[in-house]
């Protein structure tokens, strides 16, 4: 939701574009883009920056696309969010900004994006940013009011920019690689297994708000959280047993094995005292340790990672 200023004058254009793209969120995108070229280009080049070009291209054909998406996404929910306090001031539903308008926003930005990726980047790295949109826009953002396993499909989307870092070195030059590598796989999986933890977390705490909005959530009617808290234990279980299956298959080494280890153990143990007290204090602590927990576990994997 877009804020309001100090002196309370509504949003500017600036904000409701912003708003729009949900440029906060997608900032996610970018960063785990980033990742993936860098290890990519660790793993081939066994240097962390391979073509400083390349990568720049890379993330912006990356970050145009998830905008896109983040604007098709808002035009297909104006009504649901006009009906949820966290989104009632987005721009479409407090009518700040037309529907066509947005359409041709999100529209131009996502035909950039994509096509900037074929053209400057490689067609994979195309192909996969198109796939992130169509399943974001057609697949999860319809199921959210017909199904509560739109949170599995949701997850797609959101752990596919590593694979857009990793095959925009992969396929680049002589490296020989490709998007459909092991350890382009071991990255999604990481980034998906992470997300559903995290917006369950999200999901309990703003329960009300979704199940008004008519949005069917795993987390719906669960009072007393027991059912959130343990579904984001077994995803949490699968994201620990990555650190010794990435040492396993060699692509990282005892560092994050360890590392890796103990900090989902950590995210493990908030779940077990979500469980156990079922308020929104616990639920909190949840949800800010998914946050923390991405980049020690992107670090340390950076870490760890060994080159090919």
Not at 58 to 81: H, R, V, W
Not at 196 to 216: D, T
Request: glycine content about 10%; overall charge positive; charged content about 15%.
């Amino acid at each position: 939701m877009a804020r309001k200023k100090k002196d309370d004058k509504p949003p500017t254009l600036k904000d409701d574009l912003v708003t729009l793209t949900k440029v906060n969120l997608n900032t996610f995108v970018v960063v785990t883009t980033l990742f993936g070229y860098l290890l990519s280009a660790k793993y081939f080049h066994g240097v962390w920056l391979y073509d400083g070009w390349l990568l720049f291209h890379a993330l912006i054909g990356t970050a145009c696309t998830a905008f896109g998406s983040a604007a098709f996404n808002q035009l297909m929910e104006i009504e649901e969010d006009a009906r949820m306090k966290r989104t009632a001031d987005r721009p479409l539903p407090a009518r700040r900004m037309m529907p066509v308008n947005a359409f041709g926003i999100g529209w131009a930005l996502s035909a950039f994006g994509i096509i900037h990726l074929a053209l400057k980047v490689n067609p994979a790295s195309a192909y996969l940013a198109a796939i992130a949109l169509g399943v974001y826009v057609f697949l999860y953002t319809p199921l959210k009011r017909r199904s509560s396993t739109n949170t599995l499909l949701g997850g797609i989307p959101g752990a596919i920019p590593p694979m857009i870092g990793w095959a925009a070195v992969a396929q680049a030059g002589d490296a020989g690689g490709s998007w459909a590598d092991g350890q382009s796989w071991y990255l999604f999986a990481l980034l998906f297994l992470w997300q559903m933890p995290h917006f369950v977390a999200i999901s309990w705490l703003v329960r009300e708000q979704y199940e008004e909005a008519g949005y069917v959530m795993w987390t719906n009617g669960d009072i007393s959280g027991k059912k959130a808290a343990s579904i984001a234990a077994a995803f949490t279980v699968l994201l620990i047993l990555l650190a010794p299956l990435g040492w396993w298959l060699g692509y990282a080494d005892m560092s994050w094995l360890i590392g890796g280890s103990v900090v989902g153990i950590i995210m493990l143990w908030l779940c077990g005292k979500f469980s156990a007290l079922g308020n929104r204090k616990a639920a909190q602590k949840l949800f800010l340790y998914t946050l923390l927990y991405l980049p020690l576990a992107l670090g340390l994997l950076a870490i760890g990672w060994k080159q090919g």
